[in-house]
């Protein structure tokens, strides 16, 4: 449907498409709209519409984009409460849908997570913006919901998964607007996503799940190479022969211990790096709407950009990520002393700034050149660079940035103007951080996504530094029963110990886990 066309037209053309009048829906309800923009100046929505005929009305043969309904997925099967409950650390995307995949089959567990409740959590936020305080166990990455919590709440995902659907469904039933049921790119937003998480919490309590928050996992225990349990930060010890470790890709310590004593087999795993470019979102909406820009129908543009490059005999993987139209950049630090950025927005998008994470692809490789060895190689470089990006921006947490085409220049003329990202901006020479190699990729890829979007290299246009906690720098090694290969009973999951990235893909890893639990208990 163009723009300008009526929405009582949907309908009668998916009746014209099928050969019958309108007249034989017994129902009808689009399930997906998706904006093409590819024509820019005449953009246009596509839309997956569901009806309902009577049996005696459907068509013999559908046209091939027409599919019947496939049925709706068996129930899962119920299994008895374990004596010794499963405990899920992390309340995370990945452990809160496990703890949501267990009850569903019978099986309450316990959650511990290190930070505060969504409510608390968001004062601690809120800190680190003002005043540039960070709280190590509550912050941008730590608390109720996990970095998924106060994150833009994007859900979409490049994983086709039939479990898709229900993460989707489960946000929506606790509160996230409905219209994520059918948005091509479904968004909640940074302002109503606490509080689904929040649902999402209270309906497994009342399911009879325990949640301990402000309690944080500081070792695993085991038998030989068998789980039996966790040790608290209070010294206590919980007992538990199933342990879903979902702690999110920002578990230093953990990961730390693990890499020290050796039991649960970690590996470096290649991720990305780089800085968060912020334009003003009208600049944004000009050159991807064209003539379009201006129409109000529209949603503030986006976009996806990506280039694979020979740069020093190598092929590099360069691309934005997590791009927020019309939203802010935000500090996301654990560590006191280590600078790293993100971005978010709320559900109208309506901040005056669009902006994404340009970010070139690292590997084992890289971390050695820079010379780490081992299994937290990458986590290392990842401090390094934080470490480096922090001294950059004067400490406090202000962000060291510089324009766009000053960066290309290796020159400091112009400062950095508007920007979102609080507590501040340093202006600095961002050329000072990275190996040349990976600057160089960097650069080369920010000049070809000025020739798919013209003005992309603009004077408003700024890098903000740095992005670098795009996935795990370390994978907790499982196997095909998703369990460590060396300590059984450990369930590594979601982001953190390497098997999925961004919410919905974490969501459905816990998903997953919670389906192996159960068929072992079955
Ligand atoms: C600002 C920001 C914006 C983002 N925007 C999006 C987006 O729009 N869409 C998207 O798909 N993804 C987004 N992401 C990424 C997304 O949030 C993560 O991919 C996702 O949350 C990972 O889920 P997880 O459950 O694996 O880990 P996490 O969400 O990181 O959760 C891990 C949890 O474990 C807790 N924990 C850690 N260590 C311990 C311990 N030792 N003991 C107890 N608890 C512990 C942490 O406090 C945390 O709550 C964003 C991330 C950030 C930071």
Redesign the pocket.
Known sequence: MWLDEPHDVLFQRAAEKLGVPLSDFASARVVRSVLDARNKGSPRYIYTVEVELPPARVPIALPADVSEVPPAPPPPPRVGQPDRWPIV?????????CALGLLECGVRSIL????RDVGNRRKDVTKLMRDGSLDP??N??????????????????RINHPLVRKVIETFARCGAPDQILIDGKP?IG?DLLPGAVEQLRKELADGGCRVHFE????DILSDGARTVGVR??DGAVLEGNRVVL??????R??FERFAADGRVSLEPKPFAIGFRAEHPQELVNRIQYGSASNNPKLPPADYKLAENLQVGGELRGIYSF?M?PGGVV?P?PTEEGFQC????SNSRRNAKFANAGIVVSVSVQDFEKAGFHGALAGLEFQRYWEKKAYQLGEGRYYAPAQTIPDYLAGKLRKKPGATTYRPGLVHADLNRLYPPHLTEALKAALRRFDRKMRGFISEDAILIGIES?T?SPVRVTRGDNLQSVSMAGLYP?????G?????????I??LRIAAQIASELA
């Open positions: 650390v992390g309340t995370g995307p990945a452990g809160l849908f511990i997570e290190r930070g166990e509550s941008m990455n730590f608390g109720e919901g996990g970095a998924g919590a106060y994150t833009d709440g994007k859900l979409s995902t968004h940074s309690t944080r996992v500081d608290l930060s979902a702690p999110g890709n920002s578990a310590e953990l997590c927020c935000v996301t950025t993100n971005g978010m906690r996935s999951a979601g982001e953190g110990c098997y999925a990235g961004g919410i919905v893909s974490s969501a890893d816990g």
